[in-house]
């Protein structure tokens, strides 16, 4: 099993940034997926971002091209989600997930992970 923390979360002006962590414990492998998805109240759960374990592949959502950055510390087995240029509708809880080994295409479906965390709770507000 893994387990998996989120923090960072928190109230941040629209332009401003913030940066989430996801702390993953028990069975790390370096082919696992870790994926960031969000959801916002009323809506479904949305991709934001998924890399491999190793470095070897990141996928960007939509949503994230071009204002969000994926990066990991192997030494603290943890991943970062750096979030620039936020906007109100970047509102959600953001939640990190684990899929045991990555899969090419797949990594996208929320069904494909197999541990989530708790999630944080990022609100983008003036």
């Known amino acids: 099993q893994v387990q998996l923390a989120e923090s960072g979360g928190g109230l941040v002006q629209p332009g401003g940034s913030l940066r989430l962590s996801c702390a993953a414990s028990?069975?790390?492998?370096?082919?696992?997926?870790l994926g960031w998805f969000r959801q916002a109240p009323g809506q479904e759960r949305e991709f934001v971002v998924a890399?491999?374990?190793?470095?070897?592949?990141?996928n960007y959502g939509d949503s994230a091209k071009g204002r969000f950055t994926i990066s990991r510390d192997r030494a603290k087995n943890t991943v970062y989600l750096q979030m620039n240029n936020l906007e109100p509708e970047d509102t959600a809880v953001y939640y990190c997930?684990?899929?045991?080994?990555?899969?090419?295409?797949?990594?996208?479906?929320?069904?494909?992970?197999?541990?989530w965390g708790q999630g944080t709770q990022v609100t983008v507000s003036s």
């Open positions: 890399t491999r374990w190793n470095g070897a592949s990141t």
């Open positions: 997930a684990v899929r045991s080994r990555w899969v090419v295409g797949r990594m996208f479906q929320e069904g494909q992970y197999e541990y």
């Open positions: 028990g069975r790390i492998s370096s082919d696992m997926a």
